[in-house]
Nanobody, 113 residues
Framework: QVQLVESGGGLVQPGGSLRLSCTSSGSILSMYAMGWYRQAPGKQRELVAGITAGGSTNYADSVKGRFTISRDNGKNMVYLQMNSLKTDDTAVYFC???????WGQGTQVTVSS
């Protein structure tokens, strides 16, 4: 079973920044398009940002201009830099291989004053 591990979440004030990190069991991430997803209480999980194996990116309109997804295939890592955070960004954040269901525990991001 593929195991994905997210880290870097925490409590920040509106306007603050966080960088989330994702890695996997085995050195496999370089072979796949990757995505960051989030799920807020009472809401469905949604795709926030995606990155292809070649490095092309796409973002949900709600985070465009504020979040940046990147990857370091040599380190088997995927990152999500989150700037100008809003209270609506509060959610559990997950990474995953594109169109797969290898969900880990996620990392909690709470934006509150």
């Amino acid at each position: 079973q593929v195991q994905l591990v997210e880290s870097g979440g925490g409590l920040v004030q509106p306007g603050g920044s966080l960088r989330l990190s994702c890695t996997s069991s085995g050195s496999i991430l370089s072979m796949y398009a990757m995505g960051w997803y989030r799920q807020a209480p009472g809401k469905q999980r949604e795709l926030v940002a995606g990155i292809t194996a070649g490095g092309s990116t796409n973002y949900a309109d709600s985070v465009k201009g504020r979040f940046t997804i990147s990857r370091d295939n040599g380190k088997n890592m995927v990152y999500l830099q989150m700037n100008s955070l809003k209270t609506d960004d509060t959610a559990v954040y997950f990474c995953n291989l594109h169109s797969r269901n290898y969900w880990g525990q996620g990392t909690q991001v709470t934006v509150s004053s």
